[in-house]
């Protein structure tokens, strides 16, 4: 069953895994997992009736939203003979995020739906903002090919911006960067003085770069430590050799403590990207800002949404005037 032609939302599947047996001993028919680590729980219709597949999905949804991240690692790998992390990291060119099925979607598969079963639906997702939708199906014999022509019963996008909207703290705007400071690239007092962020050797992290805009308020944050530096995007990515600080000179043009940041600058896929920051505040690595259960993340970049995070970095570096 193949939905990635039609119906965009499904290219975000990593893989999948048939027949998941539930705690209650349900099955599962398709359950996958997407780019942000949150899993839809798939069924298809086949010869149940329409009430029956929604009270079945509703169900096993009770019981996916009590996995933790060790259950859903423990899932897939008595389902496939690679590591969760390896089939994520093939698929997105990202690593597995820390916290997994922070939200999880429910999708129905049929080829018609009663208009009973379908007010149901729209009323769990309209008013109860429940994730949940139906996908219909038809194929088509031309005698030389086959087609599928697929459509929803809702607007999946919207029904998955509702769910999250309720479910998940609303974005604060502000980015989270992980520093990726190495002793031998990138190190924080190049960074503090000439006003940037980098990434690099691999395009699978410098690209990440490019989720940032002129304007956008970063935390940056060093492993093992703790937050050290709050600014604003000044300038998007580029190349190391292309980068340019508010002077107009080059990285080349000045005198940096660790010059390695400079590595394979005719190299686009290994060569460091970097972003112009204005700081607004900073501390040194020693004097990081961290409390017990602060907010990290393997990414180099991705939206900071966390309260107590929020609240504690508001405190301890202060706002944008």
């Known amino acids: 069953m193949d939905f ?25 028919d398709i359950l996958t997992i997407d780019a942000d680590g949150d899993l839809t729980i798939v069924e298809v219709k086949r010869d149940r009736t329409p009430r029956d597949v929604v009270a079945q999905i509703l169900d096993y949804a009770s019981w996916v939203s009590s996995l933790n991240s060790k259950n859903i690692r423990e899932i897939y790998s008595n389902k ?14 990202q690593p597995l995020p820390d916290v997994l099925n922070g939200n999880h979607h429910l999708v129905i598969v049929a080829s018609e739906f009663d208009p009973s079963s379908a007010r149901i639906v729209k009323y769990l997702a ?48 502000y980015y989270y960067i992980n520093a990726g400071l190495d002793e031998n690239v990138r ?30 308020p970063v935390y940056v944050y060093h492993k093992g430590y703790g937050y050290i530096g709050f600014g604003v995007v000044i300038s998007q990515s580029a190349a190391s050799k292309e980068f340019r600080l508010p002077d107009g ?8 403590n660790q010059p390695g940041i400079l590595h ?15 700081w607004k505040k900073t ?30 970095l508001a405190k301890s570096f202060g706002t944008i005037n």
């Open 80 to 93: 496939n003979s690679k590591s969760l992390e390896d089939a994520f990291y093939e698929k997105f060119g």
């Open 283 to 312: 501390f040194p690595i020693e004097d990081a800002k961290t409390f017990p259960g602060i907010f990290a993340n393997p990414n180099i970049v991705c939206k900071l949404t966390n309260p107590a995070t929020l609240d504690f």
């Open 126 to 173: 309209d008013k109860h903002s429940v994730a949940i939708n139906t996908v219909f199906f038809s194929i088509f014999d031309t005698g030389e090919h086959q087609f599928l022509a697929t459509e929803w019963l809702m607007d999946q996008d919207e029904v998955i911006e509702r769910s999250e909207s309720r479910q998940r703290p609303p974005w604060s705007g």
């Open 264 to 278: 394979d600058p005719d190299d686009p896929e290994l060569a460091d990207y970097i972003v112009g920051v204005e």
């Open 249 to 256: 000179r080059k990285l080349t043009e000045v005198e940096l």
């Open 187 to 216: 190190v924080w007092e190049d960074m503090k003085t000439y006003g940037f962020i980098a990434a690099g050797y691999g395009s699978v992290y410098s690209n990440q770069l490019e989720r940032l805009a002129v304007g956008d």
């Open 4 to 28: 990635s032609k039609p119906i965009d939302y499904w290219i975000k599947v990593v893989n999948h895994w048939r027949e998941i047996t539930t705690e209650n001993g349900g099955r599962i």
